[in-house]
C-alpha cells in the first residue's frame, strides 16, 4: 500500500493563478480531509469528504474548493490564488467515523507570490 | 465545543533531559485525545492515542501521556530524549462529527546532541 499520496510535493504560483492539489488513498477509506499548515497556528481544516460525491467545510473553507468523484481521490482547488494561501497543505483519511486516527499525506508546500 | 491547547511553543532540551510536553482540552462529553508527531520535512504520524481504560498511555518511541480528568489535561513525557526525538509535536481532540480532529498549535522540540 502506497497510503496517502500527494501531488505535487512543492509549487510556486503567481497571485490570481488557479492549481489543484491532488490527493489518493489506496485503503479504501470512506472520509478525507484537507489542512493547511501556517507557523504557530498547528492544522486547520479546509474541507472534507464523508464518501464519494460528498464534500463538507471545514474550519477554513474560502479560498477553496474540493471535488470527490472517486472515492481514492481528493482534490483541492485554488481559483485564485493569494499570497495568504501560502502554506503547506495535508491531506488525511480515515475508513469511517469512529475510533481510529487519521492518516496523513506527506504534504504538498505552496508558495503564492 | 472542543478545543485544545498547547502552551509550550519551543522546548530545547539536552540529550538524556526528560520531557513533558503541556496539553489541556476544553470539556465537550466523551474525551478521546491524541499525539501526534512530525519529523523535519515528514507528515504526522500518530504518536499515541486515549480513548478509554487505563489513563496512562504508551505510544511509540518511549513517548507515554497521561490523561488527568480533573486538570482537563493530557500531557506528553518521555523520561529521556534523544535527538531523533527532534520534532514538532500536536495534540488533537476529535470534535463534531465525521472523524474531525482539532489540533493544538503544536510545540516544537530541540535536542542539543
Known amino acids: 500500500n502506497a497510503g496517502v499520496t500527494q501531488t505535487p510535493k512543492f509549487r510556486v504560483l503567481k497571485t490570481g493563478q488557479s492549481m489543484t492539489l491532488l490527493c489518493a488513498q489506496d485503503m479504501n477509506h470512506e472520509y478525507m480531509y484537507w489542512y493547511r499548515q501556517d507557523p504557530g497556528m498547528g492544522l486547520r481544516l479546509i474541507h472534507y469528504?464523508?464518501?464519494?460525491?460528498?464534500?463538507a467545510k471545514g474550519e477554513v473553507p474560502d479560498g477553496y474548493n474540493v471535488s470527490r468523484l472517486k472515492k481514492q481521490n481528493f482534490l483541492l482547488g485554488l481559483e485564485s490564488a493569494a499570497p495568504s494561501q501560502t502554506s503547506v497543505y495535508f491531506c488525511?483519511?480515515?475508513?469511517?467515523?469512529?475510533?481510529?486516527?487519521?492518516?496523513f499525506g506527506p504534504g504538498t508546500r505552496l508558495l503564492v507570490l | 465545543a472542543q478545543s485544545v491547547s498547547q502552551h509550550n511553543h519551543h522546548v530545547i532540551l539536552s540529550e538524556a533531559a526528560s520531557l513533558e510536553l503541556g496539553c489541556n482540552y476544553s470539556y465537550g462529553g466523551t474525551v478521546n485525545l491524541f499525539w501526534y508527531v512530525q519529523y523535519p520535512g515528514q507528515h504526522l504520524q500518530l504518536l499515541l492515542k486515549?480513548?478509554?481504560?487505563?489513563?496512562l498511555v504508551k505510544g511509540i518511541k518511549g513517548f507515554e501521556a497521561e490523561f488527568i480528568k480533573s486538570k482537563f489535561s493530557f500531557n506528553l513525557r518521555k523520561p529521556s530524549v534523544q535527538w531523533s526525538d527532534t520534532a514538532e509535536y500536536f495534540c488533537?481532540?476529535?470534535?463534531?462529527?465525521?472523524?474531525?480532529?482539532?489540533f493544538g498549535s503544536g510545540t516544537r522540540l530541540s535536542i542539543r546532541p
Open positions: 486515549y480513548f478509554s481504560g487505563d489513563p
Open positions: 469528504s464523508v464518501g464519494e460525491g460528498t464534500t
Open positions: 488525511a483519511s480515515i475508513m469511517t467515523s469512529g475510533s481510529e486516527t487519521q492518516y
Open positions: 488533537a481532540v476529535p470534535y463534531s462529527s465525521a472523524s474531525k480532529i482539532i
